[in-house]
């Protein structure tokens, strides 16, 4: 029997310009009762205050990269978000004792990944709850980040289990109305899933799940200045999950010339062409698609 | 006969997160043969180096409202942009004597406008270019913008004929390398037809133009305290140029009610959901589609 989920955090605006989820906080604060079930409490988080207002990804720096375990311990880190995320850490705790079960972390992203659950680790709760999700819709899409060593910096790192849902394409600082009703289903989605849990209701779920497993990411073409020298190509832009072969277009140069895929095998990028990782160096992050069972998770 | 065009500026970066015309510039300037042209001068002002390097639209107000008469000779403006603002004003002159006679102004939108040329003003020269650009290719629109008063505060109000680019949609901070190929082609058809007008061979244009009229904007449905009720309703997000009929759907509340429009007749709404048009109040522009003689013109 799984132990029962007690607290529920819902976290919008950890990257100030993605609209999504700041608005559906405000939407969650203004009607509690939408995010009110009877088994367990909820509550809401505005990450980053400070960028929501100024409609910024951050002020400093990512405060989705403060969270390792060793910059929380650390005094000399006091920028905005190390800050934040240092007050975030003490009312979250750490992932050994908080007094958060479960934690959906809002985001949205300007590549196609439609509606995604991004997991941090394979933790059988979450891979059996993204199941479901898949199961009720199957334009839901699962995927397990890279792993981190033994500290993530990510916000969703301090508590035991979570997810990310990571919904796009959509610009940043702007809502989608249509997408913004489909992450607020998909919140729900997950609330009554966790009630039916702790009711002992476990709804019947698929032997399998698809599961995008992220490999590495990709940089884009950059001269030794660190200059852009080439764009995602028209044939790979907005086309993540789909497969991506050894010899695919995959970037075209400034000049107009393509640079295909130079890997051994097929893999399935997401975040193609996501405007805050320009500066990290990500162009893509590459996937393999594959089967998990859910019986043996 | 039309004088000749001798000095052609080509301006990017007038918002920093517009990435398109970034890097065209930066193109042109690595490859300054690509806008050479036999019978007249071409140059590159990347406008708002400052807010381009740190990929945001500006750094403390938006440099296209700084170019008022007025704003720029009062010595009390002294923020960036208005220092900015001037720096451009003394190296374009203004508009009685400008060493630049043609001015084109690159823009990107998160709004899908495809290929626009959007004219301040409605001139004899940069409407029969306009029409020469969307009879080559008539996914190009045409648009003219409302009217400022004896003052605007665009960057292209400082030179005799100028029109800008938007092309969408775009995310900010992003590159889309099918629509920078698009607007590079446009760039290059304005600078041949001003080659061709200069070498006294004039194209056959139509006779008449589609222009859509801008006449007012609209702002997003909000509380006493400014704060968003509603977002675009899907039935018109990415509907761009068509047309919006009294009682047509236009925002969707975040509890999920419909606000229908409610004008008297119909129009066709432009930069819906514009990013940057948020913080000025602009859910999106109405404009009337009118046929305007060429020839007449």
Redesign the interface.
């Known amino acids: 029997m799984t132990e029962a989920i007690k607290r529920v955090a819902i976290v919008g605006g950890t990257h100030g310009n993605e609209r999504t989820g700041v608005?559906l906080l405000?939407?969650f604060e203004q009607?509690p009762e939408l995010i009110r079930r009877s088994t367990f409490d909820s509550l809401t988080l505005l990450a980053n205050p400070a960028a929501t207002l100024l409609?910024?990804r951050y002020i400093d720096r990512d405060l989705n990269r403060c969270f390792a375990a060793e910059d929380l311990a650390n005094p000399e880190l006091t920028s905005y978000e190390d800050l934040r995320a240092k007050a975030i850490a003490a009312e979250l705790g750490s992932i050994q004792h908080s007094p958060i079960d479960l934690l959906i972390d809002l985001h949205s992203t300007?590549a196609n990944m439609g509606l995604t659950i991004l997991l941090s680790r394979r933790q059988p709760f979450t891979l059996k709850l993204s199941a479901h999700l898949n199961a009720l819709n199957p334009a839901v899409r699962v995927c397990c980040g890279i792993r981190w060593g033994a500290s993530s910096p990510m916000l969703r790192s301090l508590v035991p289990l979570s997810c990310a849902l990571e919904v796009g394409?959509?610009?940043?600082?702007?809502?989608?109305?249509?997408l913004?009703?489909q992450t607020e289903q998909l919140i729900h989605a997950v609330l009554d899933y966790l009630e039916a849990i702790n009711q002992g209701h476990s709804p019947v779920l698929p032997d399998q799940l698809t599961l995008f497993q992220a490999i590495h990411s990709i940089d884009y073409p950059r001269d030794s200045a660190g200059?852009?020298q080439a764009?995602?190509?028209?044939a790979l832009?907005f086309r993540d999950y789909e497969p991506l072969h050894p010899g695919d277009p995959m970037f075209?140069t400034?000049?107009?010339e393509t640079i295909a895929y130079q890997g051994e095998s097929t893999v399935f990028p997401i975040f193609i062409?996501e405007?805050?990782y320009?500066?990290k160096g990500i162009a893509m992050v590459l996937t393999e698609k594959q089967q998990v069972a859910i019986t043996d998770a």
């Open positions: 608005y405000k939407k009607t409609n910024q300007t394409p959509i610009a940043q600082g702007v809502l989608n109305a249509s913004f009703q200059e852009l764009m995602i190509h028209p832009q075209l400034f000049a107009g062409n405007a805050a320009y500066e």
